[in-house]
């Protein structure tokens, strides 16, 4: 049923019109932990913080998580173990992130913390000309959104704590009035289209920012895509309509074994994506 809706994304990845989203689950692959489990792991030392978390990323609540964290613990020791984790240059990139440089060659927008990307970049002498990262972001010049070989990494980087997003109280700020995530976002999206990979979209508040730049821009926007597993038959209309309200429109892959099918689906639609319309 995604067939029609591929194709018309490969046509326009030939155009060169799609922008990649890159998100934590194409990083996995590489050691670098998702969300949740590193949460639980800063938290594994107190009961009663652990069981806070664990209940706020059972909600799907992880800036909440982050925020009990910073709250509890202290938040120099939460920005310390971002480093800590997140920080690693000497790694071996592994996964369907490695395909990345091969297909898209004008730049990349994630809200990882982490320089899996810059890395796989690098090896495939296609080196980043520039990469903004938190507050930098408001920095760039408008034209690297568009022709440019650079990197935003819209929530920041693991080696300073400038414009990062990970607690509540970090997320208010980036994505409110007077934020530079959502401006930042609209300026990206002008030409081209957004592909999230590696993304749930769960309770994603970077859905809510495309959510209000739909309401702005209004039938005038571009529709973005998402390579997504397949939620089942009964979930699969109401969480299309609920990313139609963020002009996302999902390409579902299914999965039986959590450990190995996202990768290999994965691999496999950016294969198919670089051999152009099925």
């Known amino acids: 049923g995604c067939l029609q809706r591929f194709n018309r994304l490969a046509e326009r990845h030939k155009e060169q019109q799609i922008l990649p989203f890159v998100g934590a689950g194409m990083s996995k692959p590489s050691g670098f932990p998702m969300w949740g489990a590193f949460l ?44 800590n984790y997140f920080a690693a240059q000497l790694f071996e990139p592994h996964g369907p992130v490695r395909l990345i ?36 972001i408001i920095d760039a010049p408008k034209e690297a959104a568009s ?18 997003v990970l607690t509540t109280t970090e997320y208010a700020a980036a994505y409110g009035n007077e934020s530079t995530v959502p401006g930042t976002l609209n300026h990206l999206i002008t030409n081209r289209s957004l592909l999230f990979m590696g993304c749930s979209l769960a309770t994603d508040r970077t859905i809510t920012a495309l959510q209000d730049i739909k309401k702005i821009n209004g039938a005038t ?27 996302i429109h999902p390409i579902w892959y299914p999965v ?14 950016l294969f198919a994506l670089d051999g152009g319309p099925l």
């Open 221 to 247: 926007g571009l529709r973005h895509y998402a390579f997504l597993a397949d939620p089942g038959q009964e979930n699969r209309n109401p969480k299309h309509i609920e990313l139609n309200e963020a002009e």
């Open 147 to 164: 022709g440019e070989n650079v990197l935003f990494k819209v929530h920041g980087t693991a080696t300073s704590k400038s414009g990062r």
């Open 101 to 136: 440089p091969e297909l898209f060659k004008l730049g990349c927008v994630t809200t990882n913390f982490d320089h899996v990307l810059e890395k796989v970049y690098e090896e495939n002498s296609a080196n980043f000309a520039q990469v903004y990262a938190g507050a930098a």
């Open 40 to 83: 639980c792991q800063l938290a594994q030392n107190d009961p009663d913080v652990l069981d806070k978390v664990e209940s706020a990323i059972e909600d799907g609540r992880f800036s909440d998580a982050a925020q009990i964290i910073a709250d509890e613990l202290n938040e120099n020791m939460l920005a310390e173990q971002i480093e």
């Open 256 to 269: 039986e074994n959590h450990e190995t099918d996202h990768d290999m689906w994965l691999e496999d639609l």
